[in-house]
């Protein structure tokens, strides 16, 4: 599925693909960067109210702030394969050549 769908974008330009797939996976990097950067000033906050509970809130900042990050990384994988897959071009004139020119390029990287 992936060679297809790079293979349909490459056909409107060279290395279209990937420019395709560095846009996405920086805008979700992004997007989730700042979002993981809100919610470690909420666990900053949360932490500081669980030391009364006796515990080492260092230790559980830490630990949870890891898992956050993981969360974080997961979310960018599963956002960037999930837009790149679902991405469609806009120009009536590309999609035409995506769709003739997707079989056409694999025939033509053999020949070479």
């Given at each position: 599925a ?5 293979g349909?974008?490459d056909?409107v ?26 919610d ?16 080492d ?23 960037t394969?999930?837009?790149?897959f ?18 056409s390029?694999?025939?033509r990287?053999?020949?070479?």
């Amino acid at each position: 599925a992936l060679t297809t769908k790079e293979g349909e974008l490459d056909a409107v330009k060279e290395a279209m693909a990937y420019e395709i797939e560095r846009y996405i996976t920086l805008t979700q990097v992004d997007n989730l960067w700042k979002q993981h950067l809100k919610d470690m000033d909420f666990l900053k906050e949360f932490v500081g109210l669980r030391s009364y509970k006796q515990g080492d809130p260092f230790q559980e900042y830490q630990e949870e702030g890891f898992e956050l990050f993981q969360d974080m990384l997961a979310g960018v994988r599963r956002n960037t394969v999930y837009s790149f897959f679902q991405y469609k071009l806009k120009n009536e004139d590309n999609r035409k050549k995506a769709k003739a020119g997707g079989k056409s390029k694999r025939k033509r990287k053999g020949k070479k």
